[in-house]
């Protein structure tokens, strides 16, 4: 069974920092997809940044700049490092991952998601 947990998220200033982290059981991310999605209030699910099968990353043009995702392969773990957050970064935060080297921006793209993670920011 693939099991996707996120931790990490908060409440944050404006221009503060979080890191979010996903830990995976029962699937492998080396040669598959993996990443991060978001869900504000009264909006679609967007994909924030993810990486694929040849490990290259993808960010979502609000985020380039500020956000990092990484991984730490012993650890099984996908980290998204977000940096000089804006209040509209407010929102759910979840991990996806797909069977499948290539990384899509359609959320039914993914077969496992985490139950994710809220992150506000706010003054």
């Known amino acids: 069974e693939v099991q996707l947990v996120e931790s990490g998220g908060g409440l944050v200033q404006p221009g503060g920092s979080l890191r979010l982290s996903c830990a995976a059981s029962?699937?492998?991310?080396?040669?598959?997809?993996m990443g991060w999605f978001r869900q504000a209030p009264g909006k679609e699910r967007e994909r924030v940044a993810t990486?694929?099968?040849?490990?290259?990353?993808y960010y979502a043009d609000s985020v380039k700049g500020r956000f990092t995702l990484y991984q730490d392969n012993a650890k099984n773990t996908v980290y998204l490092q977000m940096n000089s957050l804006k209040p509209e970064a407010t929102a759910m935060y979840y991990c996806?991952?797909?069977?499948?080297?290539?990384?899509?921006?359609?959320?039914?793209?993914?077969?496992?998601w985490g139950q994710g993670t809220q992150v506000t920011v706010t003054s």
């Open positions: 996806a991952a797909r069977v499948g080297g290539n990384c899509y921006s359609a959320p039914n793209k993914y077969n496992y």
């Open positions: 990486i694929n099968g040849a490990r290259w990353t």
């Open positions: 029962g699937y492998t991310y080396s040669s598959n997809c």
